[in-house]
């Protein structure tokens, strides 16, 4: 249950001038991604800028990007919340639209304690059995860490499938991958880290820099899975500029930035995010420009 690939974009949220959502410009850039090595899209996330949309416009992304990308990649529905009952409905409804998956992200400004955060996705797996369910540890936007022991129960949940890292912290994923079945998946949710992840039996990665390069993302964890060591290095190496460059402030700021430079009508950011100031948008353009992105 649940094999999402290698190569899992963490998509923006195009947008209009006006702030709406632009489900045009999604459905087009899911497919261009869907054909540039990525092989699952995880919707309205933390760079889907999921804390302004509302519930509905988040449900018609799911609809619109299913389409545009139906036999061509998987869809992840980011559907949590710091609200047990709202993560519940809003996963269940997403899995009647047809994802493929679901984000679940450990709540956020309440700190449950850990037994909190066990019960918390152990009912919303139970209350969506058939839907494969993906565990998102974020503690520098949480404000709480799911400690590798409360993972390693979850992973005995059949339809918890997975995680996605984001703690940077290589100590905490070793921890993960030594106390879960091999069948668990652990995705790097940084793209820097992505590499060493894999070196200690990480599938893959939630991406941001796939958005430009995934297609190189994918030939790096397909060469280090061949053992061609050397290859997915220099890769990483290459890419590792990109990697900073786009969270040089927050993210998405800086992807949103980077697609607009390649000529993509992905809008704004909503408030209270904003616009990359010069700084930010002068360095961005460097790094694109030297992987001859733009």
Request: contains cysteine; negative net charge.
């Amino acid at each position: 249950m649940g094999d999402f690939g290698n190569v899992l974009t963490a998509m923006i949220t195009p947008f209009k001038a006006d702030g709406s959502v632009n489900y045009d410009v999604a459905a087009e850039l899911a497919a261009h991604l869907a054909n540039n090595g990525t092989d699952t899209l995880v919707m309205c996330g933390t760079t889907g800028e999921s804390p302004t949309l509302s519930w509905d416009e988040e449900y018609q992304l799911f609809v619109e990007v299913l389409q545009s990308v139906a036999g061509k990649a998987k869809v992840i529905a980011g559907c949590g919340s710091n609200s047990t009952k709202e993560a519940i409905a809003a996963t269940q409804k997403a899995s009647k639209i047809g994802v493929h998956g679901s984000l679940q992200v450990v709540p956020y400004y309440n700190k449950p304690p850990q037994a909190g955060l066990e019960a918390h996705f152990k009912a919303i797996a139970q209350a969506c059995p058939d839907l494969p369910l993906l565990l998102y540890n974020v503690p520098g936007r949480t404000g709480q860490n799911l400690q590798p022991e409360t993972v390693a129960r979850l992973a005995e949940v059949s339809n918890i499938v997975g995680i996605k890292e984001s703690t940077g912290n290589i100590d905490q994923a070793s921890e993960i991958r030594r106390l879960t079945p091999k069948e668990f998946h652990i995705y790097s949710g940084d793209d820097y880290m992505t590499l060493p992840l894999l070196a200690i039996g990480a599938k893959g990665v939630v991406s941001v820099a796939s958005h430009l390069v995934g297609n190189q993302l994918q030939q790096m964890i397909q060469a280090f899975n061949a053992g061609k060591i050397e290859v997915a290095s220099e890769i990483h190496l290459q890419l590792f500029p990109l990697f900073k460059a786009l969270f040089l402030t927050s993210n998405p700021i800086p992807v949103k930035k980077a697609l607009q430079l390649q000529g993509w009508e992905v809008g704004s950011t909503r408030p209270p995010l904003c616009e990359a100031d010069l700084e930010v948008s002068q360095k961005l353009e460097a790094v694109l420009k030297e992987l001859s992105l733009i």
